[in-house]
């Protein structure tokens, strides 16, 4: 397989890294084109990996489609895939229309809010204008892979491995997510991953999914609850926040044994929330342009340009980032809750890949699915799609799930306490006497 990445930052270059480690000799993946606006910040990247025959640099500019055209035919490209902020996926998907190539990103394409009443009605849905271009991509026989990150990706592979494997009915099923991560003797807040998307995430209304009523939304950081995650992370504090999965839910529940909800709530902390409260008050999340000094800037750019760069300050983090799903139902006629996650340690990612966990942690699910494309476990296998654009929920997961540990980043499946896993710990209490 042969692949452009199109943004050579923190996912681009752990992308690239998993996938060499991942498959020393090419067998897999023969080329990975690092591409990025920085000509020096590709170049960089393809010299980490040591071989700028498999890993050339090149400068591409993701809103000139032409130039993102001409460079897929340059080197033959099977998969382009777009790890720029959010606004650019328009211009990467119509230059993989254009290409004949497959997609990949990430995350999906903005929402829109509600004109009238954000805060209650659901305007434009995130990844709405993507599967909007299903029968483009369907047509040309490619697929468009949404949201193949951690969350949205990982995630949602487990929302459909869950169904297919331990549930007989699903009632709701939410995405949960947080950390013990921390930078010894720092004050402050400080960025793990995209400050854009980050900022935009914690801002917008939260988008919340039912059977009876469609999507909707409510305010953002809405509705804390307590929320344990495993592997020495602990209890934290989780609320809701702007994230695809929802949607892939709601648009592919069919799939997912008479889901009723969905929703994605997330552990970010007193001291964050606090901050994202004050960007809003002082409109510092806004991207809408402003004039400071003669030239127009969005405020959320400013931001964005000042922070420490995520990449690099995420390297200093200390402790283990969890993310994965929840999923309430029924099995065997009892009531079951389980928690399918993955945890990963921040210094062993910086060890093993020279990028910080969150960063590894996205970029991992991604060359996963890049190989079972490549070998040929993903478009039109077993009863997979053959083209079109899709989440992962709508693609069988068992071969995803299997290879997770061989990847270095295996999951985990916490058994909840419900009425099945009461009946199951009577069990075996009296299991070794019958």
């Known amino acids: 397989m042969k692949v452009l990445?199109?943004?050579?930052?923190?996912?681009?270059?752990?992308?690239?890294?998993?996938?060499?480690?991942?498959?020393?000799?090419?067998?897999?993946?023969?080329?990975?084109?690092?591409?990025?606006?920085?000509?020096?910040?590709?170049?960089?990247?393809?010299?980490?990996?040591?071989?700028?025959?498999?890993?050339?640099?090149?400068q591409v500019n993701a809103t000139d489609v032409?130039?993102?055209?001409?460079?897929?035919?340059?080197?033959?490209?099977d998969m382009l895939c777009s790890f720029l902020p959010v606004e650019f996926n328009p211009f990467t998907l119509q230059a993989a229309l254009q290409a004949r190539a497959?997609?990949?990103d990430a995350s999906t394409t903005l929402s829109v809010p509600h004109p009238?009443?954000?805060?209650?009605?659901?305007?434009?849905?995130?990844?709405?204008?993507?599967?909007?271009?299903?029968d483009k991509f369907a047509d040309i026989g490619k697929l468009a892979l949404m949201g193949f990150g951690v969350e949205p990706g990982m995630a949602d592979w487990y929302c459909r491995y869950a169904a297919d494997h331990f549930f007989d009915q699903i009632d709701e099923i939410g995405v949960r997510d947080g950390a013990n991560l921390e930078i010894p003797g720092f004050k402050g807040i400080s960025f793990g991953f995209s400050i854009w998307m980050t900022i935009e995430e914690c801002t917008n209304p939260a988008v919340v999914w039912e059977r009876e009523r469609g999507f909707y939304t409510v305010p953002p950081l809405s509705d804390p609850e307590p929320f344990y995650l495993p592997e020495g992370i602990g209890w934290v504090e989780v609320a809701h926040v702007e994230h695809e999965e929802v949607v892939h839910i709601g648009y592919f529940e069919k799939l997912l044994k008479g889901v009723n909800k969905a929703t994605f709530k997330y552990a970010l902390g007193d001291e964050f929330i606090q901050a994202m409260e004050v960007f809003?008050?002082?409109?510092?999340?806004?991207?809408?342009?402003?004039?400071?000094?003669?030239?127009?800037?969005?405020?959320?750019?400013?931001?964005?340009?000042?922070?420490?760069?995520?990449?690099?300050?995420?390297?200093?983090?200390?402790?283990?980032?969890?993310?994965?799903?929840?999923?309430?139902?029924?099995?065997?006629?009892?009531?079951r809750q389980v928690y399918l996650y993955q945890v990963a340690d921040n210094q062993d990612s910086v060890a093993l890949y020279g990028t910080q966990g969150v960063v590894a942690q996205t970029a991992f699910p991604g060359v996963i699915a890049l190989e079972l494309l490549a070998t040929g476990k993903l478009q039109g296998y077993r009863d997979n799609p053959e083209a079109g654009v899709f989440p992962a929920q709508a693609f069988t997961c068992d071969d995803f799930v299997g290879l997770q540990a061989e990847y270095g980043f295996p999951g985990g499946m916490l058994e909840m306490d419900s009425e099945y896993k009461r009946a199951g710990d009577h069990g075996a209490l009296v299991a070794p006497v019958k």
């Open 116 to 134: 009238t009443d954000p805060l209650h009605k659901s305007g434009k849905v995130l990844g709405e204008d993507e599967l909007a271009l299903n």
């Open 102 to 104: 497959h997609h990949m």
């Open 5 to 58: 990445i199109v943004g050579s930052g923190g996912v681009g270059e752990s992308t690239a890294a998993i996938a060499k480690r991942r498959d020393p000799k090419g067998e897999i993946f023969e080329t990975i084109v690092m591409g990025d606006r920085d000509l020096a910040k590709a170049q960089a990247a393809s010299q980490r990996m040591g071989d700028d025959k498999r890993f050339p640099a090149e």
């Open 66 to 77: 032409a130039s993102v055209v001409a460079l897929c035919h340059k080197h033959n490209v």
């Open 280 to 335: 809003k008050s002082i409109n510092m999340h806004s991207v809408q342009p402003v004039t400071v000094g003669g030239v127009q800037v969005r405020p959320r750019d400013v931001v964005e340009a000042a922070a420490p760069d995520p990449n690099e300050i995420g390297k200093r983090y200390i402790g283990q980032t969890c993310g994965g799903t929840w999923v309430r139902g029924r099995k065997d006629g009892l009531e």
